[in-house]
Structures are given as structure tokens and as C-alpha cells.
């Protein structure tokens, strides 16, 4: 009974580095999200999908990337991380529109950029 | 702009004590008022879910309110426990379209035996 999976948990990068950050779900859900969270603020939507081949942008999506080939994954890509992007990200998905229906969180992934 | 403002920031109580988080929104057109339970290196999970029309709902010793006229929610804990020790995050929908979510800053709940 997995959920939703993020890997890896934790990560350190330097400045300038790309990575992704990947999310799985086994709920067959259409909606998958990304969400930073940093001290201080409310989760803030990085990126969103309503679907296989359908994403769309959130409330700060600059310097982040994403793509959904499957119903399955939905990875997270920065492109060239910077100390700004030093957050917890989280991956969520949910069987209809969110807000309306339940979501469901992974775990989380801890980056450090330095 | 869209704002949820959860007040206290913080709270300290003994364990079997009750005690009651409090959520003020300005979010226009209102769809529906979730609250959520963070555990600490966790992801957030729902406890339960406000549309306009409910005032009350229960999810065990948790019991949420709505005043959608003051635009105040509030949660409830009854008899404290332990593993209430977390943060509780309160999100609202507007019903103006896709992923319109307005998260909370959270309260941070320490129960202490």
C-alpha cells in the first residue's frame, strides 16, 4: 500500500547543479502536484497535471521543470539548482481536482543547496 | 488577494487537555475549507473537509467548524494525546478554477505528558 513515493528523501547539491526529484503513485490518480514548503509560508504550488501529457505552471514554477509521459510519475526537474531553491518538496496527487477531493502527500524530499 | 491566517502560531499543552486551532480566510468565491495534520518529516494529511453549507463536522476527537459569514473555521482536539503533537494546516479552495488552493502557515501543536 504505497501511495505516493518521493525519492530520494534528502539530497544536497551545489549551486549551478540539475537534478530531479521523483514522484510515484500507485492510485491510478489523474492529478499530481508539486509543492515546495519553506519556514515560515504555507506550501506553495511549484507545478501541476490534470492528466498524462497535461501539466501546467503554479504559483513559482521558474527554475523548475516538469513532465508527465505516464499516469504514474510525475518527476520534478531543476535545472540549475540555486540556494533559493533550498526547501522540502512535496509530490501529491488525488483522484479528481484537488481541493475537492482528498490528496494524498509522499514523504517529502529535503534539498539542500549550497 | 487570496489569505488564510491561522492563529497561534504555536501551542503548548498537557496531554488530555483540549484545545482549539483557529483559521481566518479572505478567499473569494469560496469553494470548501480543509484541514490538515502535518506529523514533523512527514507529508500533510486530511483530517477533514468544510464546504459552505456545514457548520460542524467530526473526525473522531477532532471537530472542525465553519462560519462562512465571518469567514472563520476553527479544530477542535478533545482529550489530547501525544500523537496530536504536530503542525495543522488550514487550506482553502476558491471555486475560480484549477489548483486555486490557498495554504495556511500552519499551527505547530505540542502535547507534552
Known amino acids: 500500500n504505497a501511495g505516493v513515493t518521493q525519492t530520494p528523501k534528502f539530497q544536497v547539491l551545489k549551486t549551478g547543479q540539475s537534478m530531479t526529484l521523483q514522484c510515484a503513485q500507485d492510485m491510478n490518480h489523474e492529478y499530481m502536484s508539486w509543492y515546495r514548503q519553506d519556514p515560515g509560508m504555507g506550501l506553495r504550488l511549484i507545478h501541476y497535471s490534470v492528466g498524462a501529457g497535461i501539466t501546467d505552471q503554479g504559483e513559482v514554477p521558474n527554475g523548475y521543470n516538469v513532465s508527465r509521459s505516464t499516469t504514474e510519475d510525475f518527476p520534478l526537474r531543476l535545472l540549475s539548482a540555486a540556494p533559493s531553491q533550498t526547501s522540502v518538496y512535496f509530490c501529491?496527487?488525488?483522484?479528481?481536482?484537488?481541493?475537492?477531493?482528498?490528496?494524498?502527500f509522499g514523504q517529502g524530499t529535503r534539498l539542500t543547496v549550497v | 488577494k487570496n489569505q488564510v491566517e491561522q492563529s497561534p502560531q504555536s501551542l503548548i499543552i498537557l496531554e488530555g487537555k483540549n484545545c482549539t486551532l483557529q483559521c481566518n480566510y479572505t478567499v473569494s468565491p469560496f469553494s470548501n475549507l480543509r484541514w490538515y495534520k502535518q506529523d514533523t518529516g512527514r507529508g500533510p494529511v486530511s483530517l477533514t473537509i468544510m464546504t459552505f453549507s456545514e457548520n460542524t463536522k467530526s473526525n473522531g476527537r477532532y471537530t472542525a467548524t465553519l462560519d462562512a459569514d465571518t469567514k472563520q473555521s476553527s479544530l477542535h482536539i478533545t482529550a489530547s494525546q501525544l500523537s496530536d503533537s504536530a503542525s495543522y494546516i488550514c487550506?482553502?479552495?476558491?471555486?475560480?478554477?484549477?489548483?486555486?488552493?490557498?495554504f495556511g502557515k500552519g499551527t505547530k501543536l505540542s502535547v507534552i505528558p
Open positions: 487550506v482553502v479552495r476558491s471555486g475560480a478554477g484549477s489548483y486555486q488552493l490557498t
Open positions: 501529491a496527487s488525488s483522484s479528481g481536482e484537488i481541493g475537492d477531493t482528498e490528496a494524498f
